[in-house]
Antibody, heavy 117, light 110 residues
Protein backbone atom coordinates (compact mmCIF):
# COMPACT_ATOMS: atom_id res chain seq x y z
CA UNK A 1 0.00 0.00 0.00
CA UNK A 2 1.31 3.41 -1.01
CA UNK A 3 1.84 5.68 1.98
CA UNK A 4 2.95 9.30 2.02
CA UNK A 5 3.43 11.00 5.39
CA UNK A 6 4.22 14.69 5.58
CA UNK A 7 5.83 16.40 8.54
CA UNK A 8 7.44 19.69 9.48
CA UNK A 9 4.48 22.03 9.37
CA UNK A 10 4.54 24.72 12.03
CA UNK A 11 3.78 28.31 12.95
CA UNK A 12 6.52 30.54 11.56
CA UNK A 13 7.03 34.29 11.51
CA UNK A 14 6.94 36.25 8.27
CA UNK A 15 10.33 36.14 6.60
CA UNK A 16 11.17 32.85 8.30
CA UNK A 17 12.12 29.47 6.92
CA UNK A 18 10.76 25.97 7.23
CA UNK A 19 11.57 22.51 5.90
CA UNK A 20 8.82 20.06 5.08
CA UNK A 21 9.44 16.35 4.69
CA UNK A 22 7.49 13.51 3.12
CA UNK A 23 8.25 9.89 3.97
CA UNK A 24 7.23 7.49 1.21
CA UNK A 25 6.62 3.75 1.44
CA UNK A 26 4.84 0.96 -0.37
CA UNK A 27 6.30 1.66 -3.83
CA UNK A 28 9.62 2.13 -5.61
CA UNK A 29 10.16 5.79 -4.77
CA UNK A 30 12.90 6.31 -7.37
CA UNK A 31 10.53 5.35 -10.21
CA UNK A 32 8.19 8.33 -9.80
CA UNK A 33 8.09 12.10 -10.10
CA UNK A 34 7.00 13.62 -6.80
CA UNK A 35 4.99 16.78 -6.18
CA UNK A 36 4.04 19.30 -3.52
CA UNK A 37 0.53 20.79 -3.66
CA UNK A 38 -0.81 23.32 -1.19
CA UNK A 39 -4.25 24.47 -0.10
CA UNK A 40 -4.80 27.72 1.80
CA UNK A 41 -7.54 27.50 4.44
CA UNK A 42 -10.95 27.43 2.78
CA UNK A 43 -9.48 27.76 -0.71
CA UNK A 44 -8.61 25.61 -3.69
CA UNK A 45 -5.57 23.55 -4.61
CA UNK A 46 -2.33 25.04 -5.92
CA UNK A 47 0.52 23.05 -7.44
CA UNK A 48 3.78 24.18 -5.84
CA UNK A 49 6.63 22.13 -7.29
CA UNK A 50 7.61 18.77 -8.67
CA UNK A 51 10.84 16.84 -9.11
CA UNK A 52 11.97 14.18 -11.52
CA UNK A 53 12.67 10.58 -10.50
CA UNK A 54 16.43 11.12 -10.21
CA UNK A 55 16.21 14.69 -8.94
CA UNK A 56 17.78 16.13 -12.10
CA UNK A 57 14.82 18.36 -12.98
CA UNK A 58 12.47 20.43 -10.85
CA UNK A 59 9.71 22.89 -11.65
CA UNK A 60 8.04 25.53 -9.50
CA UNK A 61 4.99 27.76 -9.54
CA UNK A 62 6.06 31.35 -10.18
CA UNK A 63 5.04 32.57 -6.72
CA UNK A 64 7.66 30.38 -4.98
CA UNK A 65 10.53 30.52 -7.47
CA UNK A 66 13.71 31.64 -5.76
CA UNK A 67 12.23 30.99 -2.31
CA UNK A 68 11.38 27.27 -2.24
CA UNK A 69 13.57 24.30 -3.14
CA UNK A 70 12.24 20.81 -3.72
CA UNK A 71 14.63 17.91 -3.23
CA UNK A 72 14.59 14.17 -2.75
CA UNK A 73 16.70 11.41 -1.23
CA UNK A 74 15.95 8.19 -3.08
CA UNK A 75 18.09 6.17 -0.67
CA UNK A 76 15.81 7.28 2.18
CA UNK A 77 12.55 7.37 0.20
CA UNK A 78 12.15 10.96 1.25
CA UNK A 79 10.92 14.17 -0.38
CA UNK A 80 11.61 17.63 1.03
CA UNK A 81 10.51 21.21 0.51
CA UNK A 82 12.79 23.93 1.81
CA UNK A 83 10.83 27.16 2.19
CA UNK A 84 12.45 30.56 2.71
CA UNK A 85 11.22 34.15 2.97
CA UNK A 86 7.80 32.93 3.99
CA UNK A 87 4.85 35.27 3.80
CA UNK A 88 1.22 35.15 4.86
CA UNK A 89 0.31 33.99 1.35
CA UNK A 90 2.22 30.77 2.00
CA UNK A 91 -0.14 29.75 4.82
CA UNK A 92 -1.67 26.47 3.70
CA UNK A 93 -1.90 22.75 4.15
CA UNK A 94 0.96 21.26 2.15
CA UNK A 95 0.38 17.88 0.52
CA UNK A 96 2.98 15.50 -0.83
CA UNK A 97 1.74 13.57 -3.85
CA UNK A 98 3.06 10.90 -6.20
CA UNK A 99 2.90 11.73 -9.89
CA UNK A 100 1.96 9.24 -12.55
CA UNK A 101 0.35 9.56 -15.99
CA UNK A 102 0.36 13.36 -15.65
CA UNK A 103 -1.76 13.14 -12.53
CA UNK A 104 -1.33 12.90 -8.77
CA UNK A 105 -2.36 9.36 -7.93
CA UNK A 106 -1.56 9.17 -4.23
CA UNK A 107 -1.63 11.91 -1.60
CA UNK A 108 -0.50 12.28 1.98
CA UNK A 109 -2.73 13.69 4.70
CA UNK A 110 -0.96 17.06 4.60
CA UNK A 111 0.92 19.25 7.05
CA UNK A 112 -0.17 22.75 8.06
CA UNK A 113 2.12 25.73 7.62
CA UNK A 114 0.98 28.96 9.27
CA UNK A 115 2.88 32.17 8.64
CA UNK A 116 1.98 34.78 11.22
CA UNK A 117 3.57 37.11 13.73
CA UNK B 1 -2.92 30.87 -10.34
CA UNK B 2 -6.16 29.10 -11.31
CA UNK B 3 -6.25 29.26 -15.08
CA UNK B 4 -8.78 26.45 -15.29
CA UNK B 5 -12.32 27.67 -14.70
CA UNK B 6 -14.99 25.56 -13.06
CA UNK B 7 -18.49 26.49 -11.93
CA UNK B 8 -18.43 27.10 -8.17
CA UNK B 9 -21.22 24.66 -7.48
CA UNK B 10 -23.44 21.93 -8.86
CA UNK B 11 -26.27 20.01 -7.30
CA UNK B 12 -28.71 17.20 -7.88
CA UNK B 13 -31.03 14.79 -6.17
CA UNK B 14 -30.04 11.20 -5.42
CA UNK B 15 -29.87 9.14 -8.57
CA UNK B 16 -29.48 12.11 -10.90
CA UNK B 17 -26.56 12.82 -13.20
CA UNK B 18 -24.40 15.87 -12.50
CA UNK B 19 -21.79 17.32 -14.83
CA UNK B 20 -18.92 19.66 -13.90
CA UNK B 21 -17.07 21.58 -16.56
CA UNK B 22 -13.44 22.70 -16.63
CA UNK B 23 -12.51 25.39 -19.12
CA UNK B 24 -8.91 26.04 -20.08
CA UNK B 25 -6.85 27.02 -23.10
CA UNK B 26 -4.58 25.69 -25.82
CA UNK B 27 -1.58 25.77 -23.50
CA UNK B 28 -3.13 23.40 -20.97
CA UNK B 29 -6.24 21.32 -21.70
CA UNK B 30 -5.85 21.79 -25.43
CA UNK B 31 -2.46 20.03 -25.44
CA UNK B 32 -2.25 17.95 -22.26
CA UNK B 33 -4.24 15.38 -20.41
CA UNK B 34 -6.72 16.31 -17.70
CA UNK B 35 -7.10 14.73 -14.29
CA UNK B 36 -9.92 15.09 -11.75
CA UNK B 37 -9.83 14.97 -7.96
CA UNK B 38 -12.45 14.56 -5.28
CA UNK B 39 -11.93 16.17 -1.89
CA UNK B 40 -14.33 15.13 0.83
CA UNK B 41 -14.67 17.58 3.75
CA UNK B 42 -11.59 17.58 5.96
CA UNK B 43 -9.68 15.04 3.88
CA UNK B 44 -6.92 14.97 1.30
CA UNK B 45 -7.80 14.98 -2.41
CA UNK B 46 -8.28 11.66 -4.19
CA UNK B 47 -7.62 10.93 -7.86
CA UNK B 48 -10.82 10.14 -9.76
CA UNK B 49 -9.84 10.45 -13.43
CA UNK B 50 -6.50 10.60 -15.24
CA UNK B 51 -5.51 10.81 -18.88
CA UNK B 52 -8.80 12.64 -19.63
CA UNK B 53 -11.10 9.65 -19.07
CA UNK B 54 -9.29 6.77 -17.36
CA UNK B 55 -10.31 5.64 -13.87
CA UNK B 56 -7.85 4.30 -11.30
CA UNK B 57 -8.74 0.95 -9.82
CA UNK B 58 -11.17 1.35 -6.96
CA UNK B 59 -12.95 4.39 -8.40
CA UNK B 60 -16.62 3.81 -9.10
CA UNK B 61 -17.69 3.70 -12.76
CA UNK B 62 -20.32 6.30 -11.84
CA UNK B 63 -17.52 8.80 -12.41
CA UNK B 64 -16.55 9.51 -16.01
CA UNK B 65 -14.37 12.07 -17.75
CA UNK B 66 -14.39 13.59 -21.21
CA UNK B 67 -12.57 16.27 -23.12
CA UNK B 68 -13.18 18.35 -26.22
CA UNK B 69 -10.79 21.04 -27.40
CA UNK B 70 -9.91 23.28 -24.48
CA UNK B 71 -12.64 22.04 -22.14
CA UNK B 72 -13.11 18.94 -20.05
CA UNK B 73 -16.00 17.55 -18.05
CA UNK B 74 -16.56 15.23 -15.13
CA UNK B 75 -19.88 13.43 -14.93
CA UNK B 76 -21.28 11.77 -11.84
CA UNK B 77 -24.15 9.41 -12.57
CA UNK B 78 -26.45 7.86 -9.99
CA UNK B 79 -25.66 10.68 -7.56
CA UNK B 80 -25.27 9.54 -3.94
CA UNK B 81 -25.03 11.45 -0.67
CA UNK B 82 -21.42 10.31 -0.31
CA UNK B 83 -20.58 12.25 -3.50
CA UNK B 84 -20.95 15.55 -1.64
CA UNK B 85 -17.47 16.99 -1.99
CA UNK B 86 -15.30 19.50 -3.81
CA UNK B 87 -14.08 18.50 -7.26
CA UNK B 88 -10.99 19.88 -8.98
CA UNK B 89 -9.61 19.47 -12.47
CA UNK B 90 -5.90 19.79 -13.30
CA UNK B 91 -3.58 19.82 -16.29
CA UNK B 92 -0.01 20.69 -17.20
CA UNK B 93 0.35 24.15 -18.74
CA UNK B 94 3.04 24.48 -21.42
CA UNK B 95 3.20 28.27 -21.13
CA UNK B 96 3.54 28.34 -17.35
CA UNK B 97 5.73 25.22 -17.31
CA UNK B 98 3.75 23.89 -14.40
CA UNK B 99 0.52 22.24 -13.38
CA UNK B 100 -2.64 24.27 -12.94
CA UNK B 101 -5.73 23.33 -10.97
CA UNK B 102 -9.28 24.35 -11.59
CA UNK B 103 -11.08 26.75 -9.29
CA UNK B 104 -13.04 23.86 -7.79
CA UNK B 105 -16.72 22.94 -7.79
CA UNK B 106 -18.73 21.99 -4.74
CA UNK B 107 -21.29 19.26 -5.38
CA UNK B 108 -24.35 19.18 -3.16
CA UNK B 109 -26.81 16.32 -3.00
CA UNK B 110 -30.25 17.76 -2.37
Amino acid sequence: EVQLVESGGDLVQPGGSLRLSCAASGFTFSDFWMTWVRQPPGEGLEWVANIKEDGSEAYYVDSVKGRFIISRDNAKNSLSLHMNALGAEDTAVYYCARSDWNSFDNWGLGTLVTVSS
Amino acid sequence: QSVLTQPPSASGTPGQRVTISCSGSNSNIGRNSVSWYQQLPGTAPRLLIYNDYDRPSGVSDRFSGSKSGTSASLAISGLQSEDEADYFCAAWDDSLNGYVFGTGAKVTVL
